[in-house]
């Protein structure tokens, strides 16, 4: 009896599958909208400027920021899936999900790339006054832990030796 109910629970996770997917869904929409927004604002205004340009370029590059976040989630979303309810589901080999260490794997991914987004958009709307230098340090730095913690498997679970 209690094997059955330990082995029934791991369908709690449907609670986390779908309100990751549905909040990566509505994330998706939003930026999507927000972009479109933006598209007709810049062709109504018609401001041929560099400003314009660049203040374009910077809200383009955020979407860009947010798509990616929300990816993250829905990498999650089909991470969880796969683990816990059905491993079978048909994805790219590069989204297969087998372990804990996959799902990680691939969310670092992301973070870095979200990470190098982050500083693409810091670089285009770089003012003077500001310390872009100690800034790209700074994500080199997170982007580098975080290369360490997958190559070393630090924190590994449920992988034997």
Do not use: C
Request: net charge neutral; no cysteine.
């Amino acid at each position: 009896m209690l094997r059955r109910a330990l082995a029934s629970s791991r369908y709690v996770m449907v609670v986390a599958i779908l309100g990751t997917l549905v909040g990566s869904l509505t994330l998706i929409l939003y930026t999507a909208l927000v972009l479109a927004k933006g598209v007709a604002s810049v062709v109504q205004d018609g401001s041929l400027s560099v400003k314009a340009v660049k203040i374009f370029s910077v809200a383009l590059i955020e979407a860009v920021d947010v798509f990616l976040i929300a990816i993250a989630v829905y990498i999650i979303s089909l991470g969880l899936y796969s683990l816990f309810i059905d491993d079978t589901l048909p994805m790219p080999r590069w989204l297969e999900v087998h372990d804990l260490e996959d799902l990680k794997g691939n969310l670092v991914s992301v973070v870095v790339a979200v990470l190098a987004v982050l500083f693409l958009r810091e670089a285009v709307a770089w003012e003077v006054d500001r310390d872009l230098p100690a800034f790209g340090g700074a994500l080199a730095l997170v982007i580098g832990a975080l290369t360490f913690f997958l190559a070393k498997g630090v924190g590994k679970i449920g992988k034997k030796d």
